[in-house]
């Protein structure tokens, strides 16, 4: 595996040699905005990479808010009528520079419901096939990062093509895929560290990073405990108490991916939306008949940790759903913190290892 150094000085002209073969995108704060997010750079645009942990996770690049999915007319003078078109839309290659480890990873575990060998989301897989993820380790990782605990962490190479470090005065490159290797070699960074010395100082950054994690979740039992069990646990009342249901924690996630399906018609015309939603919400799961299988908001609240923790778990045997990056334990206006929620649920009824002592 090859690293490259890159030099700061030649950032930004590489990052402009890039766009001959790549829309780029990164984290950027506009004019008009309260904040940074990940988003398609204009020209002369650089990422701001001291903005990469955004408030919003990265996830619209593949699965935007709002998207529509196909569009229709009924009119019979149209060659189209009755058939359902999918818009055209740009795949061609995007590069997204500075995203952060966890966040590439978070992709890999939605990959799992949107690509499966039974069904695959054309929307969402086309777009994740163009992107090229040059992530940005994180040196210095907030105080809610509990990521090292989740399979993830500020050095991890799951899901991206390119790894940077940030070292000051260069960044190290290390190219993890074939994709990667063509996104250095579009930039023109093409002056290779040497390995051995550079490998070392990735590492020392990586154990650095590491030992500054002080949160962390353990849902070594959870697979152990049946559903019912934690589904009736009496905690959900004490955990669910404060929650407004705004859906903060959800939306801003990058391994939530509810979604709704709207129509909208003009005349003989119409667009079927595909539409960010969230299980906090009590019109997600209302159904025709007016009954609602999630009428509270203890159910709902359940619902949300029960998939990230338990269904997820139990499904795919590839742990949890949620990447630890810490946005929802930021954003929560009355603080639900998804951490105590997994250490409950873990530590619920009898341990499963424990030896019965008889006598
Ligand atoms: S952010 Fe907090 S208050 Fe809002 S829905 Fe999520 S848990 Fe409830
Ligand atoms: S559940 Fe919270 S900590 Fe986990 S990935 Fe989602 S936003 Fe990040």
């Known amino acids: 595996m090859k690293i490259m150094k890159i030099d700061k000085q030649d950032w930004p002209d590489g990052l402009k040699r890039?766009?001959?073969?790549?829309?780029?995108?990164g984290p950027a704060k506009g004019e008009n905005d309260d904040f940074a997010g990940f988003r398609e750079l204009a020209k002369d645009e650089v990422p701001d990479l001291a903005a990469t942990d955004t408030v919003l996770s990265p996830k619209s690049i593949v699965y935007p808010q709002s998207e529509v999915i196909f569009e229709y007319t009924t009119d019979k003078k149209s060659e189209d009528c009755n058939l359902l078109n999918r818009p055209e839309k740009e795949y061609s290659p995007m590069a997204v520079i500075g995203i952060r480890p966890y966040d590439a990873a978070a992709f890999l575990l939605v990959k799992k419901n949107f690509d499966t060998p039974e069904f695959r989301d054309p929307y969402w897989c086309d777009a994740y096939e163009a992107c090229t993820f040059v992530g940005l380790a994180v040196n210095e990782p907030l105080g809610t990062d509990f990521s090292t605990s989740t399979g993830s962490g500020p050095f991890c190479e799951k899901g991206l093509d390119v790894l940077l470090v940030d070292m000051a005065d260069h960044y190290l490159a290390?190219?993890?895929?074939?994709?990667?290797?063509?996104?250095?070699?579009?930039a023109g960074w093409d002056s290779q560290a040497d390995n051995d010395s550079a490998r070392k100082q990735i590492e020392a950054k990586k154990a650095e990073a590491d030992t500054r994690i002080s949160s962390t979740v353990a849902f070594d039992k959870i697979g152990q405990k049946s559903i019912l069990e934690l589904y009736n646990a009496d905690f959900w009342e004490d955990v669910a108490f404060a929650c407004i249901n705004c859906g903060t924690c959800t939306y801003l996630c990058p391994t939530?991916?509810?979604?709704?399906?709207?129509?909208?018609t003009h005349g003989r015309k119409g667009q079927r939306?595909?539409?960010?939603?969230?299980?906090?919400?009590?019109?997600?799961?209302?159904?025709?008949?007016?009954?609602?299988?999630?009428?509270?908001?203890?159910?709902r609240v359940r619902q949300r940790f029960m998939h990230k923790l338990k269904y997820f778990l139990d499904k795919y045997d590839d742990g949890i759903m949620c990447v630890g990056c810490g946005r929802c334990v930021r954003a929560c206006p009355v603080n639900i913190d998804i951490r105590?929620?997994?250490?409950?649920?873990?530590?619920?009824?009898?341990?499963?290892?424990?030896?019965?002592?008889?006598d």
């Open 18 to 25: 890039s766009r001959a073969s790549y829309r780029l995108i």
């Open 174 to 186: 290390k190219v993890i895929t074939d994709k990667g290797a063509a996104y250095l070699k579009a």
């Open 256 to 264: 939530c991916w509810c979604f709704d399906i709207q129509d909208e």
């Open 273 to 299: 939306f595909k539409n960010w939603d969230t299980c906090m919400e009590p019109l997600f799961s209302l159904h025709g008949s007016g009954h609602n299988p999630r009428g509270t908001k203890v159910m």
């Open 340 to 358: 105590r929620v997994c250490d409950l649920m873990n530590n619920y009824g009898p341990d499963p290892d424990a030896c019965a002592v008889s």
